[in-house]
């Protein structure tokens, strides 16, 4: 039965409380590793390093400061420059998947970039990332798998050889290659040989798309690099066809709720999410870069649930949304999604306060 958040007649406004919604299970899909570094940790590692941060990332207060994607992406290539060892990114990868287990975060799906740290191995990067993910699957219970994330601005060449050595060093945890960066840089159809080399070799797929670029963006991840998920994709609501396109096949979105700068309209990106869930799209929630552009997974949900008026089947629904996205093995999302089943049965009771008036 379908519970009702306000009985008629009722004079008081009950909405999903925080804590509820904070401590829900959640799973999210689409979130970069170095969107994860706090300010503090880009600046005491740009410092240890010999790394010049931009302006508005070398004050190390509570959050970055810029204006726009492009700005955005700077401080975000820049704090990759401030990752150098094995060692950094086992902490990077340890302090974020703790902090994000705080908020009820269980699975994340981890982006991350290779070629914007040129200086060192692969295989030396993902050693450091999984020993940093094991530590806190350890310790807080949060499973992650980990996506091998082409930058479009390198173009197809040094694509494919990303993903001849991602090859070249297989890790159980290593499930799919994305392609992120900036939308302007390369066309899609760029990808073609090394999105194929990778399907050839059972990874998974996903993309950036849609996000800044137009709708053409999209169809192309999806009929030339066959992509199994879309990233952001909110230029869909621009394209009759295309929506209706993936509203039918259900190809998974993740979506990002939230987005802080001041050029991109806060309200709007929400209203973007929200019209994709309506128009019937298979759709989770997602941080993207939780200390670059917006708040942890938990907030997205507050947030979320805040201006949608969730209902406590809302919320589940997302809880569970990430897991049914993720490419993790199958006994993997079966055990997720059975434990995600008990607890949210554990937690409805608990689901509304009658706090909000
Ligand atoms: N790299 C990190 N965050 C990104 C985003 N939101 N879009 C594209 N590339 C990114
Ligand atoms: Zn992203």
Redesign the pocket.
Known sequence: MRAEPNPPGSTVQRGLSADYLRALPKAEV?C?LEGCVPPKTAVRLAARHGVTLPAGARDGGDRYRFRNFDEGLEIYLAVCRSIQTAEDFEAVTYESLMTAAEGGLRYREI?FNPQNHPELSYDTMMGGILAGARAAEEEAGVVSRIVVAINRQFGGEAALNLVRDVLAHPHDEVVAIGL?GDEKAARPSEFVAAYDLARAAGLKLTA?AGEHGDSTEMVECLDLLRVDRI?HGYAALLDPALLARTVRSQIPYSACWFIDYPELEVEGRRLDVAAMAAAGLNMCLNS?DPALIGPELHDDFIDAAAHLEWTVEDAEKYALAGIDASFADNATVERLRAEFTAELERLRPGAYSADIQ
């Open positions: 689409h970069h982006a992120d950036h990233d993207d």
